[in-house]
């Protein structure tokens, strides 16, 4: 098992568990592809949820450059809500996970189709 296939068994994991979702392993994998090499890195592999700025990269970067979803407060809504369905306390929010719920959050599946 390569060292991509047991990130995308543990995001598959969090999802089930601390998300209460039943993935879609197709799209994860295409999320987690997606990523590049961030999943890699221990700081960039997560996303603070507490932090301000790191939430405005988010949208920045993937909800408006990546899924091309025009700006507004609805995207900073739904990046809140996907860190409460994660857990605000939990101190490992995966990237992909947390991407892979605003893809299915806005229906921007066909991005990696």
């Known amino acids: 098992m ?6 995308i068994a543990k995001y598959a ?7 209460g979702m ?3 392993m197709d799209l994860l994998t295409k999320v987690t592809i997606g990523c590049g090499p961030t999943i890699y890195n221990a700081d960039s592999s997560t996303v603070a949820g ?6 405005e990269t988010v949208k920045n970067n993937f909800l408006v450059k990546k ?8 995207l900073m809504d739904a990046l809140n809500a996907v ?10 929010k995966y990237r992909a ?6 893809v299915k959050h806005f229906n921007k599946e066909s991005v990696y189709g």
């Open 83 to 92: 860190i409460d369905t994660y857990g605000r306390s939990e101190r490992n």
């Open 50 to 55: 507490s932090d301000s700025a790191e939430l």
């Open 22 to 24: 039943t993935p879609d």
């Open 13 to 19: 994991d969090d999802l089930k568990t601390k998300c």
């Open 2 to 7: 390569s060292k991509r296939d047991e990130l």
């Open 97 to 102: 996970v947390v991407y892979y719920m605003l």
């Open 67 to 74: 899924l091309g979803l025009a700006d507004g407060p609805q």
